[in-house]
């Protein structure tokens, strides 16, 4: 793996203003808004307060929008002509592959440490090992949505796709139980969605699964969330590649 490259594209994609603003800045104007600013953001949840519990959620969001678009972008730029242009270079195409998910990883923890770094300086209140195991839980459950990235990616070969995919990233975290507490049949909807299993692990250290309408969930709930949409994304990414490659 070339450590040039990856620092490369590290650089290319921190210097994308417009995909930055979506991926770290809108976040955490997202906590400051709805968790620093607000009122109920004191009040008590589970070892910690309302607003550490939205930070993470926040953290969670803007680390999905990160690996969905760097995951997309892999599909898109094999089929714009880039993946010729490695091929005239000693780089591989599952080298190719694995930059781009170092890079994912990297920047999936930009969004990642701007919430909680404003969370910190501003109202967030939890134990230490909260912060710790809610953080890194957000980070390592974005690469699902990699998958989603990737699937959506092969599936329609453009930029414009994965704009709309950002778009409907932000109808998911709304129904995941993301931005707003959902209770009765909307909560009982939410559990069947792509964010909810994220989001509600990163939770999970603060609350263990009580929170806004939900008194003590089982973990074994996210957990199956996580791998079932783990499993249908990355059938999905797998079975695209496959069609798409078959038209080249």
């Known amino acids: 793996m070339s450590t040039t490259y990856v620092t490369t594209e590290f650089q290319r994609t921190v210097r994308n203003f417009p995909n930055m ?3 770290a800045l809108l976040p955490g104007a997202f906590y ?3 968790g620093a600013l607000m009122e109920f953001g004191a009040e008590p949840a589970g070892s910690g307060n309302v607003a550490a519990v939205i930070m993470t959620s926040m ?3 803007g680390a999905a929008i990160a690996t969905m678009s760097i995951g997309g972008s892999v599909a898109v730029e094999q089929f714009q002509g880039w993946g010729r242009q490695l091929a005239l270079t000693p780089l591989t195409s599952s080298g190719f592959v694995a930059i781009k998910a170092v890079v994912a990883i990297g920047v999936a923890a930009l969004p990642v440490l701007v919430v909680y770094s404003l969370g910190f300086f501003f109202g967030a209140q939890a134990p230490p ?3 710790i195991l809610s953080a890194l839980l957000c980070w390592v459950g974005s690469a699902l949505f990699a998958l989603f990235g990737l699937a959506v990616g092969f599936a329609f070969r453009t930029e414009a796709a ?3 995919a950002g778009g409907l990233l932000v109808i998911l975290a709304f129904l995941g139980n993301v931005f707003i507490p959902l209770t009765g049949t909307m909560l009982a909807i ?4 792509p964010m909810y299993g994220m989001v509600a692990l990163a939770r999970y250290p603060q609350t263990e699964g009580a929170y806004a309408g939900m ?3 089982s973990l ?3 957990v199956v969330n996580v791998m079932a949409w783990a499993i249908i994304f990355g059938v999905a990414a797998a079975i695209m590649s496959r069609r798409a490659l078959a038209r080249r």
């Open 59 to 61: 953290a969670c969001y």
């Open 162 to 164: 994965l704009s709309a």
């Open 220 to 222: 074994w709930i996210p």
């Open 129 to 131: 090992h909260v912060w």
């Open 21 to 23: 603003f979506f991926i």
């Open 215 to 217: 008194t003590g969930e």
């Open 32 to 34: 400051l808004v709805f």
């Open 190 to 193: 939410a559990k069947f969605t």
